[in-house]
């Protein structure tokens, strides 16, 4: 059985009428929810979802291989972006 792909996209922290979306920690706190502490008792943000900067803009990089790893983690970020009428990139690279 094959798994359907899944893309890559990016979260950027602007809705679509052009505002900055906040708090201005949306993204770590986004990030935050899917992060978990490693064995040296640091949180780590996981593989597939991380805060970075697109265009000079607080975003966040979600990488399309989470829906194999996690489908309901996956279409909560995606669900995320669309409910606070968020901009998505979507087929980008989500590599580091």
Same mark, same amino acid.
């Given at each position: 059985?094959?798994?359907?792909?899944?893309?890559? /996209?990016?979260?950027?922290? !602007?809705?679509?009428?052009?505002?900055?979306?906040?708090?201005?920690?949306?993204?770590?706190?986004?990030?935050?929810?899917?992060?978990? /502490?490693?064995?040296?008792?640091?949180?780590?943000?996981?593989?597939?979802?991380?805060?970075?900067?697109?265009?000079?803009?607080?975003?966040?990089?979600?990488?399309?291989? !989470?829906?194999?790893?996690?489908?309901?983690?996956?279409? /909560?970020? !995606?669900?995320?972006?669309?409910?606070?009428? !968020?901009?998505?990139?979507?087929?980008?690279?989500?590599?580091?």
């Amino acid at each position: 059985m094959t798994t359907p792909y899944h893309s890559s /996209f990016i979260i950027v922290g !602007l809705t679509t009428a052009g505002k900055k979306f906040r708090p201005s920690d949306w993204a770590e706190r986004l990030c935050g929810v899917l992060s978990a /502490f490693g064995a040296e008792k640091r949180m780590r943000y996981s593989p597939y979802v991380g805060p970075r900067s697109y265009k000079g803009e607080k975003a966040v990089f979600v990488d399309g291989r !989470l829906y194999e790893v996690e489908p309901m983690a996956y279409r /909560f970020v !995606l669900h995320f972006a669309q409910d606070n009428d !968020l901009q998505l990139i979507e087929g980008a690279a989500a590599g580091k």
